[in-house]
């Protein structure tokens, strides 16, 4: 099969198409006939090797990507599912793990990790969704803040925290969140009850909008010490890129690690319903080939991307 990879890690110019051996779903697993793979910035920590120990000392070639859309193409023995060859799927892929990530033509996932597309959505759409909504999932879970309550989102012009806020306003929360000006009516139409300016006074601006600070902040921008002080005393904390404080006033710090729900069926199951249901907004930035790999990973490194880069593997 075709794939998109590395032999070692550097900038985008690693990224290359390489031959791989078609892998062989066993028991409780599922091969899924790649049609597009999203493009996420963990695929470019991973390319760089920011978090290489994750791989545990296996040797490459190294294939990226975590969310995948296509068919199934087969089911291993001994797997409980009722899924069946050609029926349209998404999954979450882990990428560090032994099996490589989504961007290659033949992806083989555990089947809790595999789910049906949502109904009228296309492949390029359907590709964005796990990985980022299931992050926003876990981090909205995490500090559990009762309806009623207020949660901030940064960085909520981007697919994990577009996803944040849908999902808060879908359970009663009222929502604060940052944006650029040019991404103001965005987020607003995803669903934010107040918009403030993004950057490194943030915490000022939250705390204008709720003086005793908000019950819980989601850092989707990775502000870490610099938004800390919008959170009220004893409220909860969510950041998405490792970080271990400090906090103080006895705020409740969670590190999200998506790769731990992977294969969370109901959760996934959860999120492709309610992105059916159009609560919340898959949104494509561009499709590109997948062959031009290390391009989407320049545009994505350049900032301002709105939705997720898309590759393309039924393009030639």
Known sequence: MRAIGLIEFGGPEVLRVIDLPDPVPGPGEVRIRVHTAAV??????????????????????????????GVVDAIGPDTDTSLRPGDRVIAILQAYGPRGGAYAELVVAPVESVVSMPP????PAACTLL???????LALDSVAVPAGGTVAVTGAAGAFGGYAVQLAKSEGLRVFADAAEADVQLVQKLGADEVVPRGDDVA?????LAPD????????????????????????????RRWDGPVDRDIRLHNVIVTDAATDHARLLRLRDQAGAGELTLRVAEVLPANRAADAHRRLAEGGVRGRLVLDFTAS
Do not use: C, S
């Open 40 to 69: 996420n910035p963990t695929d470019t920590m991973l390319r760089a090797g920011v978090v290489k120990a994750w791989f545990q000392g296996r040797p490459g070639p190294y294939v990226p990507g975590m969310d995948a859309a």
């Open 213 to 240: 600070g908000v019950d819980a902040l989601i850092d989707g921008a990775a502000q870490h010490e610099l938004i800390v002080a919008a959170v009220r005393d004893g409220g909860g904390l969510a950041v998405v």
């Open 204 to 208: 000022d601006r939250f705390r204008a």
């Open 120 to 123: 009228g959505v296309d492949f």
């Open 131 to 137: 990985m980022n909504a299931l992050t926003a999932r």
